[in-house]
């Protein structure tokens, strides 16, 4: 079955073009990445100070302005965020992958999909509607809260992925044993499945920790030290935005350095998250 | 058996019964608890949003959906804009996502080595978990100016069409869209590597022993055995792009309008939601906005609903931050 | 770089729970308009009364009304008077009270060109779709001896609440019949055409980098940007630039401000007045629960009637006529605080 010289270089020719165009493909998205990283690498790291992590924000059109505030804001933000999303994602996710065999699962999952679909500016709408406006105050714990709403399905999808990979051999040894189901779950399943868990849990976190939109409607913003968790906050991505849109050279200056301080811890965590990951299992690769 | 019977009636007799009770007890009703948590808040949005945009829903009817007006000293809402917006951003940024996000997929799982794939997939995947600000911020200097100068040049050879009419301004519709453009193509790309690597090799190698050239296994054998999957990528890059925010309000130019021009500035349902909704001053205004809200909602919930169908089982996030 | 994060991040915590302990945070959220005197006023009060913090949030003069009416912070601020009907539906009773006075001007990006004249009439149009080029006569005949480029104008707006697109719109309704019928005034409207930027600081953005804009901001934040805004002609007849000594005479032909302070005095009739001028308030509850907060807020009151009012000539805003000065030192004591 010898193919006719001239039909079979057409059709390499086709497959190579096909193929430059996928790796032009390939190359443009990774040109993407290394752009987006240098540009604000490039622009923030000029704007990095010592100012810009031990100073409140400047008066309007007054140098020397920092973002002090919207680190620590952003931290305890997403510490209530933790606290909120983690036990429902974690314990959430033990049930599922446990006990869950039926159709109450299968409407928890469905229902963790749509929550997962929810734009994040909705979730901040219903934050306000029920947290913010009868309690009377913008505050940490409404955006914190409404950033561990987010967490909360991708913390039990990844919980649930885990513990489901965990070998039904460990589970039955274990309940052979005699002990009883929670000691098997709590003691030897969940373990041998946490170095999963907890880089879902950190992806999570990772996630919401850029997050803009729902921050708008639950914490504000703040001028100054937040004191407690009850009072409005400034946050990261609330001042880089508010910053970038503003047409201050001195905050779009700002603006970027928080960008980079932004970037880096998000991916930061994402890498350390991988990290771990991988080099649990056995496979080769990055 | 008997005997291993005995031995296990034994044990039992033997061992405190009260304790083990009460600890399953707990751990089982306490994780269903939050496991049904989770289904108490996602009825609780959706009610939220329901009710409090009964006002509007009851002056507007269904009407709300095509008519084109928004106006808050008249008190006449109408959403169709918005729709418009994000349909003609989202289905312009999938325009331009999916071929390249499909082009490189191909090129990772088929053409690379295995190594070098990963360790470059690592990378787009990082491209994921940037937010949405700081996309945001480089479109509002970068992108942004660029467009202004590339949409010039488009005008110049084709302003004719009507699509390209009208004044530029940099910011605008096609702007935001190539902007989205660039956030969902890393969600594309390592879905569709994924279900691409799933393809079974025999299916590949009996291609190839048929005499195909790589391409074509690609083309006719690869991608058909995979499109359910592929498709699954693009609705849950739909998704992801459909709730996109702030990205979009800083270089969409606000505008309630529809316009045939892909140049003109526009609106979508989230970007006016974070521009107006804590500043809506009458009820009705803002139940208009909360009736947006829950517009979207459906939608979303709408698409999610048919990616699961088609992907299944959805990607751990260690492979896709989904 | 990281552990510099770390470090100003646990330096932070210990801070945070340190100054908590010490200071009153008052919140207050609004007007865009008066943002640099305000985050001025509240950084030097701050200073003097180390204990006192007075957080306020540019988010616009609609979500100052809005926030204050659903109770979400501690006082608002507006350039845009709140409707009789808004007043009617606070739970508790809000007064207006005038801060400062500003002006809003037309501010332009066209390469090469530093000054303009703009008639109301076309201003009027610009901002209708009437008028879409540069070169129009409506503003050529205003300004000969300009070249004016063929170009297409780009009009910018307020995507966000604004008080700031009140006191435009509330000009702009009374010089143009066709306005006030097609458009009206409030603070959000149904721009016939244009762009929207988030703030006085979005518009005054957009306008910086987009060629052949036009935007209308408050006077301070075309200076601080150095953009060129034009004259504007005012009812008698004169082409008028914003300036301090323009807009104290907009305020000064304002006859009987009522005692609630609402009032209007765009297109005032003075001779030298400046047409697009505005008194800005504050919206403060007249009952406040918690007794540190509505003291501190009282003590800010009075400064910004004594001390206050001298800081804002630097930044090009005019202080408020002595006799209203006087006026509201007196409404204040409607304020109850506690219990």
């Keep these: 079955m010898t193919p006719t010289a001239g039909s079979y270089r057409r059709r390499r020719f086709v497959e190579r073009v096909m193929f430059t165009l996928a790796g032009i493909a390939t190359a443009s998205s990774i040109g993407i990445l290394i752009f987006l990283l240098g540009y604000i690498a490039v622009h923030g790291v000029t704007a990095l100070s010592l100012d810009f992590f031990t100073n409140l924000p400047a008066p309007v059109g007054e140098p020397g302005g920092g973002m002090a505030n919207a680190i620590v804001g952003s931290a305890k933000i997403l510490l209530v965020a933790a ?72 913390a039990l999808r990844s919980t649930e992925e885990f513990l489901r990979l965990v070998p039904s051999s460990l589970r039955e040894a274990s309940l052979a044993l005699g002990a009883p189901t929670w000691v098997t779950i709590m003691r030897v399943v969940v373990p041998a499945g946490i170095r999963g868990i907890v880089t879902g849990l950190l992806l999570a976190l990772a996630r919401v920790a850029g997050e803009t939109a729902p921050l708008l409607f639950t914490a504000l913003n703040n001028r100054f030290w937040s004191p407690g968790w009850r009072a409005p906050t400034a946050s990261l991505p609330v001042m880089i935005f508010t910053y970038a849109i503003a047409p201050y050279d001195d905050w779009h200056r700002q603006a970027w350095a928080g960008g980079l301080v932004l970037l880096t811890l998000v991916l930061g965590a994402n890498i350390l998250a991988r990290l771990l990951m991988h080099g649990g299992r056995a496979r080769g690769g990055a | 058996m008997e005997a291993l019977g005995a031995i296990g009636v034994r044990r039992e007799a033997k061992l405190p019964v009260r304790p083990r009770r009460v600890g399953d007890f707990l751990l089982r009703t306490g994780s269903l608890g939050l496991a049904l948590s989770v289904l108490a808040i996602t009825a609780t949005i959706a009610t939220v949003l329901f009710v409090q ?52 997929a191909i090129c990772l799982a088929e053409l690379l080595p295995l190594r070098i794939a990963d360790g470059l997939t690592f990378l787009i995947e990082l491209l994921v978990a940037v937010p949405s600000v700081v996309y945001g911020l480089v479109g509002v200097f970068v992108l942004v100016p660029a467009m202004r100068g ?59 022993a048929l005499g195909a050239t790589r391409w074509e296994m690609v083309r006719h054998v690869v991608l058909p055995y995979a499109r359910a999957g592929i498709l699954g990528s693009i609705f849950l890059a739909l998704a992801r792009a459909l709730g996109e925010t702030m990205a979009v309000t800083m270089v969409i130019g606000n505008r309630p309008e529809v316009s045939a021009s892909l140049f003109a500035p526009a609106y979508t349902m989230a970007a006016v939601l974070a521009n107006e909704f804590t500043e809506a001053t009458d009820d009705v205004y803002l139940s208009a906005l909360v009736e947006v809200a829950l517009v979207l909602f459906a939608i979303t919930v709408v698409v999610n609903g048919i990616a699961r169908l088609l992907i299944g089982r959805v990607p751990r996030p260690g492979a896709a931050n989904t | 770089m990281r552990q510099r994060v770390w470090a100003a991040v646990v330096f932070g915590l210990v801070l945070a ?69 808004q007043l009617a539906s606070a739970k508790i009773p809000i007064l207006h009270l005038p801060t400062v006075l500003g002006a809003v001007v037309p501010t332009f990006n066209l390469p090469g060109i530093e000054r303009l004249r703009f008639t109301p009439e076309a201003l009027a149009a610009i901002f209708l779709g009437k008028v879409t080029k540069w070169d129009d006569p409506a503003i050529a005949e205003a300004n000969p001896g300009v070249k004016l480029p063929s170009q297409a104008l780009v009009p910018v707006h307020r995507s ?56 209308y901001v408050e006077l301070i934040y075309a200076l601080q940007n ?88 630097p930044l090009n805003y005019a202080p408020l006529p002595p006799a209203l000065v006087t006026r509201e030192r007196q409404a204040l004591s409607k304020i109850t605080v506690g219990g």
């Design chain 1, 83 to 154: 606290l909120v999303g983690i036990p429902v994602g974690f314990v959430g996710g033990i049930y599922l992958a446990e006990y869950g065999r039926s159709g109450l699962a299968f409407w928890v999952r469905y229902a963790a999909d749509v929550l997962n679909g929810v734009p994040s500016i909705v979730i901040g709408i219903t934050v306000y509607a029920l947290i913010v406006r009868p309690f009377g105050h913008f505050s940490t714990l409404a955006g914190g809260f409404a950033l561990g709403l987010m967490m909360i399905p991708v």
């Design chain 2, 53 to 104: 945009s009964r006002q509007a829903r009851v002056a507007f009817g269904w009407p709300f959906l095509w008519t084109s007006v928004w106006d808050p000293v008249a008190l006449r809402f109408g959403a169709l804009p918005f729709i418009y917006g994000t349909v003609m951003t989202t289905f312009l940024a999938l325009a331009i996502a999916v071929p390249v996000g499909l082009g490189a």
């Design chain 2, 150 to 208: 590339l949409e010039t040049t488009i005008q110049g050879a084709l302003g004719f069409i009507p699509l390209f009419s009208g004044p530029i301004y940099g910011v605008g519709l096609l702007t935001a869209s190539v902007l989205l453009a660039v956030m969902v193509v890393p969600f594309i790309i390592a879905v569709s590597r994924e279900v691409l690597l799933a393809v079974p090799e025999t299916q590949r190698e009996a291609a190839l």
């Design chain 3, 17 to 85: 729970v340190v100054a908590s302990r010490a200071a009153v945070l008052v919140t207050g959220a609004g007007a865009t308009f008066p943002y640099p005197i305000y985050s001025k006023w509240f950084d030097e009060f701050h200073k003097r009364f180390s204990d006192l913090q007075i957080n306020y949030q540019s988010i616009g003069s609609g979500g100052g009304i809005r926030q204050v009416l659903d109770g979400t912070i501690d006082f608002g601020a507006t350039d845009g008077p709140m409707t009789d009907e």
């Design chain 3, 160 to 215: 966000d609440g604004s008080g700031t697109t009140y006191i435009f719109t509330d000009y702009l309704s009374k010089v143009s019949p066709e306005w006030q019928k097609t458009v009206g005034r409030n603070t959000s409207v149904n721009w016939p055409v244009g762009l929207g930027g988030k703030g006085n600081e979005g518009v005054a953005g957009l306008v910086k980098q987009t060629p052949n804009s036009i935007g």
């Design chain 3, 226 to 313: 150095k953009l060129p805004y034009g004259d504007v002609r005012n009812r008698a007849g004169k082409f008028v630039q914003a300036s301090l000594d323009s807009v104290t005479a907009a305020a000064a032909g304002a006859e009987n401000i009522p005692d609630d302070f609402r009032v209007s005095i765009t297109d005032a009739p003075a001779a030298t007045a400046y047409p697009i001028a505005s008194f800005t308030w504050l919206l403060v509850p007249t009952r406040i629960a918690d007794a540190d907060k509505g003291a501190a807020l009282k003590k800010f009151l009075e400064w910004m009637l004594s001390d206050g009012q001298s800081l804002a000539p």
